[in-house]
């Protein structure tokens, strides 16, 4: 049987930081209220000339490099993003040509923060399926184009960057991933959105003016749903497939707030010390969280190791998926 193996992981975010300290001198706020209720410290922030594909080109290019891979091998690149370069054409072609894959195509997956989940798991079934021997799947975001930073709750939340991995077919029944479990509700658009310069509402002066550029988000809302989302899907794979918490040695979930992340750690009795957190330096980074955790925990994982994915954003979306560490 044949199965898809992560067989390298890169991040990358931009110089720039935003820390605590400068929101605080442009809103009311203050780096206690934003670390004791969110975890987060400080966030990155892309340059203005330059946005999705940019992050994703530079993903691509280290992943070949690090991996010792041929641009030429790669079939396919999924990009999980909600703030792509443009609204047509997506940034995973703009990322293949800018990095010369000659032979792959690509396409964006828009599923918010939990897009990297689902492009992963979409990209195992092209290899699974022996369709596709090589894919690079990539979670890179510029949130920072959304934020309306006269918006306190939301802005101090979300930061630029993103990460990515080859995944590759593999024969060693093993390693790779295990199972995913993806799950959507619709009637959660109207908690989480970027409504303007959609077809629904187009740029104009009124929609400029109601500030419907700006990400919207109710957040009190989402918190509770987010929780509940990760660890029911946790539970849902890891009861399908007989496991454990030993047989899980890290989750590795969206970074959207600290409290979310220990809660879930609670409510499944998980030991919180093995859940990957870098929120204190990048923030919440949408797809580009789960890949931005497994390039900075790297080292520290061994071959076999089994590690649970999970995520919930926008839509909403949410899920977990189980994959054993291949290297
Ligand atoms: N600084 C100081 N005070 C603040 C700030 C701030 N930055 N933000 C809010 N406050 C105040 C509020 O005004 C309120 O004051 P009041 O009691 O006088 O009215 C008080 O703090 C509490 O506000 P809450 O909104 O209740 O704060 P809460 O503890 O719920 O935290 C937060 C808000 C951080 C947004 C939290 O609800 C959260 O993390 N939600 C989940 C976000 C998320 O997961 N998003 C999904 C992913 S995004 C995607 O898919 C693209």
Request: proline share 2%; with cysteine; glycine share 10%.
């Amino acid at each position: 049987m044949i199965k898809a193996i992560i067989s390298a992981v890169t991040g990358y975010v931009p110089e720039e930081v935003l820390s605590n300290q400068d929101l605080e001198r442009i809103m009311d706020t203050s780096n206690e209220w934003i670390t004791t209720r969110t975890g987060i410290k400080e966030r990155r922030i892309m340059p203005s000339d330059k946005a999705v594909t940019y992050i994703g080109t530079r993903i691509v290019q280290d992943l070949l490099k690090k991996s010792n891979t041929n641009p030429e091998e790669i079939d396919m690149v999924i990009c999980a993003t909600c703030s792509g370069d443009f609204i047509m054409p997506d940034s995973a072609n703009s990322i293949c040509y800018q990095s010369g894959l000659t032979e792959a195509f690509g396409f964006d997956l828009n599923a918010a923060c939990s897009g990297f989940l689902f492009a992963l798991h979409t990209a195992s079934q092209f290899i699974r399926s022996g369709t596709y021997q090589k894919v690079i799947v990539i979670g890179a975001e510029k949130m920072s184009a959304y934020m309306n930073y006269e918006d306190r709750t939301t802005s101090i939340l979300f930061g630029d960057g993103g990460g990515g991995v080859i995944l590759e077919a593999s024969t060693d029944s093993i390693y790779g991933i295990v199972d995913a479990v993806l799950k959507g509700d619709g009637s959660g658009y109207r908690y989480l959105n970027i409504r303007g310069g959609g077809s629904l509402h187009p740029l104009t002066e009124e929609s400029f003016a109601a500030k419907e550029h700006y990400l919207y988000q109710d957040g009190k809302r989402i918190f509770k749903r987010a929780i509940r989302g990760m660890y029911e899907a946790i539970d849902e794979v890891m009861k399908r497939n007989q496991l454990e918490n030993d047989d899980v040695d890290w989750i590795v979930p969206h970074q959207a707030n600290d409290r979310i992340l220990s809660s879930v750690a609670e409510h499944l009795n998980y030991p919180y010390e093995k859940v990957m957190n870098n929120i204190a330096k990048f923030g919440n980074t949408s797809a580009g969280t789960i890949p931005l955790c497994l390039w900075e925990y790297e080292d520290q994982l061994k071959k076999g190791d089994g590690l649970m994915l999970t995520a919930f954003g926008g839509g909403f979306t949410w899920g977990a998926l189980f994959l054993r560490w291949a290297y």
